[in-house]
Structure formats: C-alpha cells, structure tokens
C-alpha cells in the first residue's frame, strides 16, 4: 500500500464514451501528477498538480482533461478517446514540486479504447 | 505499419548472485535521480534515489552509483533474490519551473532464476 489509491483498476470503453479516472492520496502531499504508460513508450508525464494549480501540461491532447479539486484528489476525464490511448494511467503524489522529491505512485488504471 | 513495442533489455541473473543495471541519462543539467521497480500490475515503486552532489548512496541491499561525467547511474543489487524479479526504472529530475519534474527511462527487466 503505497497511500496512492486509483479508481477503477481496469476500464474499457468505447470512442465516444465518457470517463472518468479517480486518484486520491492520503500521504499529506501537496503534488499529484498523471503518467501514461504504454507499451510503445517509457513513462510518459501528462499533467503536474501543485497546491492545486496545473504547473505542468506535457503536450497533452484536449481529449484528457485532469481536474484538482484540492490536494488530495486528482481526476483525469476521458472524451472521444482513441485506440491508441489504451494504457495503463499512474497517478503519483510528492511533498511538493518545488524541491527534488521522489514521487508515490499508485497502481494505476489499464484502459483498454475500443 | 503498426508499431512496435518497446524491446527492454533484460538481465537474468541466479539467485543470491549480485545484480547490477545501468542507465543513461541525458540531461547534464539534471541534480536528482531515483530508481524505482514495478513489479506485475502494479505501479513503480521507490528503490533509492541520490543526489548530483553524491557519487554513491547505499540502501538495504542496494546501492546506487553515479557517474556525472558519463551521465550514468546504475543500481547494484546484492544477494538478488526471486521477491526483486521485476523492470527496474530509472528517473532523472529535468526540473522545470517548478522544480520537479521526473523523467523515467525505458526500464530493464530484471530475472531472478531460482
């Protein structure tokens, strides 16, 4: 248990479906981040979250859009997705961004774009 | 065509034999590294990570190097056991504005033989 819980594990949907990916953490954090890992590619950073704000977004296509209620809750909504979205998504948390901190990832959510 | 999937190194290795795996990184600008593994349907988990102003740190049974001239890191493993069988990432912090920003490279698997 790495205090980073992502919901749901697995998901399947369509390309004109709408979703949502949840990741809450209970580490005390004040920085949450969104991955993308895939087969084809490393992991990838998608979008930074510190003390709520996005300080960070890594080219990422308008199809995901992340919100942050507050510290401790990070969502990445899903619309119109594409096959080669399907990845397994990595929600991470850190003390903060403004020093080197290492990052607590969660298990992550395996999406499967039909 | 379609396209391929990454090709991850792999070191297989028997058990109670020492483990070492390397990495490039590319950044020279980069002052913090970690490595972390990720073991089957989970997400990365935090090994050791080491500051640009150290050359070497050690952990339980891990001990992490760093080569700034050559921008290379590796990580040694002793006694290698089945439980460390998992892809072994390393990560560079490329900064940014804010200070943390994680760059992963694209793993090794690492085989324990019993």
Redesign the interface.
Known sequence: ETGVTQTPRHLVMGMTNKKSLKCEQHLGHNAMYWYKQSAKKPLELMFVYNFKEQTENNSVPSRFSPECPNSSHLFLHLHTLQPEDSALYLCASSQATATNEKLFFGSGTQLSVL | GE????HLPTLSVQEGDNSIINCAYSNSAS??F?W?KQES??????II?I?SNMDKRQGQRVTVLLNKTVKHLSLQIAATQPGDSAVY?C?E?EG????????????TILRVKS
Do not use: C, E, M, T
């Open positions: 396209s391929v999937g990454l002052d913090y970690i972390y349907g989970k997400g990365p988990q935090f990570d500051r990432f990560a912090n940014g504005v804010y200070g943390n920003k994680l760059v992963f490279g694209a793993g």
